[in-house]
């Protein structure tokens, strides 16, 4: 399965618009973006300096994602869970659409996006990193964000988690650690690469089973390492276990810029690709970015509060909590005390969670004006306010430590107190009819046109 696949059937579906003006990958194509964020895909067919077309936002919106997947809205969580306990091997083949061209390495021939003001220099934000440890055994595929240096150098952002263990494996045997970083993916192997799977389960065999055992892999040529054979690009490549350099600033989820690290270097040590790939961009803190890390996190929380509260109707890590800092779950409460046992579970799926609130099934997560009707009239900071003071949260919020990520975390129980009459909660309502509604649409129609 291909992005162009994807592509082909969201141009049937008129979610695709055609920028046939020159622009330029510094700065032009990310305002272009910006100010289509979670909208439709952008493809930009005139690059300036570039013969390659760009294409962005094919991950920013949870339709979109559910289309990739196959799945409805209401079930995605369910989708992702089964998926995530079903791993599938892939099929290795000896060659694909992304080794019509091999050739040197030459990060120049990219057009790499410029994205912000104050950015340290272009950055490749939508490759997954594949790699393997040295005796072959565990290999993982995540995403990573890599500052072009120079020709055929890059740096990684290593977070602590599964690469930066496999990369200290390889410093303590003092050898460099094999990558393949491929772009121009279909959404589902993109998904599959953001998903909190235990340590020893690739990644791969997650994509595999999104994309019904359809997913192929090649071995690349000069790493140990594989790659999707239907990828736009594949960079080969070394992170090197003595080189560092320092990397930053970027701009994160929260729309603000992380620190300068000193990280690794990647040295490219090959390159493949389609005769005329396509190179995909995402916006570092737009929706593809926010989907993409917060989701299999929406995911978690709903399976671990679906645990103390039988029904949860839906999560929603929100826009204006960056995606990631804060959580709305609505849910069916059987019991006073539900309300903080949903909050206590929702912290402890997602350790990163700053402020969540727990609504009833009537008010819609998505919509910020009845979430905060629901605290206007259903909450009581004496009764209803859950605070942890000195908790691990994340070093992405720039009013936490920024070494530890230690936060003080709030929760907000916005349910309904079962003790009192319900009619004093419950939202008044115009009894309609099906001509009034006709008219109404009609009204807001001709008001749209002028």
Same mark, same amino acid.
């Given at each position: ?34 100010? @289509? ?27 979109? #994602? ?49 994205? @912000? ?16 440890? #040295? ?31 496999? /990369? ?16 121009? #993916?279909?959404?589902? =192997? ?24 359809? #997913? ?36 994160? =989820? ?45 995911? &978690? ?22 995606? /990631? ?18 909050? &206590? ?27 905060? /009707? ?77």
């Amino acid at each position: 399965m291909s992005l162009r696949s994807f592509l082909k059937e969201m141009e049937k579906r008129n979610e695709v618009i055609h920028i046939k003006e020159q622009v330029s990958p510094r700065f032009e194509i990310s305002s272009i973006m910006k100010a @289509f964020d979670g909208g439709p895909i952008l493809f930009f067919d005139n690059v300036k300096g570039f013969k390659t077309k760009i294409v962005a936002n094919t991950c920013a919106t949870r339709k979109r #994602l559910c289309t990739a997947l196959g799945v409805k809205p209401e079930k995605l969580y369910q989708k992702l869970i089964e998926s995530w306990r079903l791993p599938t091997q892939p099929k290795i083949v000896k060659t694909g659409s992304v080794k019509e061209v091999v050739e040197k390495a030459d990060l120049s021939k990219i057009p790499i996006l410029t994205h @912000f003001e104050n950015d340290a220099g272009q950055y490749i934000t939508s490759a997954i990193v594949s790699t393997r440890s #040295l005796d072959g055994k565990i290999e993982n595929v995540s995403i990573h964000r890599l500052m072009v240096i120079d020709k055929n150098h890059l740096a990684i952002r290593l977070v602590p988690r599964q690469l930066f263990k496999l /990369w200290n494996l390889s410093k303590e045997s003092r050898e460099d650690l094999d990558v393949a970083i491929a772009f121009g #993916l279909h959404p589902a =192997i993109m998904l599959a690469a953001t998903s909190p799977l235990p340590f020893g389960i690739s990644e791969y065999t997650i994509a595999n089973t999104f994309l019904e055992k359809r #997913l192929q892999l090649i071995k690349c040529n000069n790493i140990d390492a594989y790659a999707p054979a239907e990828a736009e690009t594949v960079l080969e490549g070394k992170i090197s276990v003595k080189n560092e350099i320092v990397e930053g600033p970027l701009v994160d =989820i929260t729309g603000t810029y992380d620190i300068k690290r000193s990280q690794p270097v990647v040295e490219i040590v090959g390159m493949m690709h389609r005769e005329d790939y396509l190179y995909q961009a995402l916006l570092p803190s737009g929706a593809e970015h926010k989907l993409l890390m917060g989701l299999p996190h929406e995911t &978690m929380i709903w399976e671990s509060v679906t645990n103390v509260v039988p029904i949860v109707k839906a999560v929603n890590l929100s826009e204006g909590g960056c995606g /990631w800092l804060h959580a709305v779950i609505s849910i069916e409460k059987q019991k006073d005390g539900d309300g903080k046992n949903a909050l &206590m579970a929702a912290f402890g799926a997602h350790p990163s969670l700053k402020h969540a609130i727990v609504v009833d099934t009537d008010i819609d997560v998505y919509n910020t004006s009845e979430v905060e /009707w629901a605290i206007a009239t259903r909450f009581q900071a004496n009764e209803d306010l859950v605070i942890i003071p000195n908790a691990r949260g994340s070093t992405l919020d720039p009013s936490a430590d920024q070494e530890t990520g230690q936060t003080t975390k709030l929760g907000i129980d916005a349910t309904r107190p079962l003790t009192k009459p319900t009619e004093k909660f419950v939202k008044a309502k115009i009894p309609t009819n099906q001509r009034i509604t006709k008219m109404i649409d009609e009204m807001k129609k001709k008001k749209m046109e002028k």
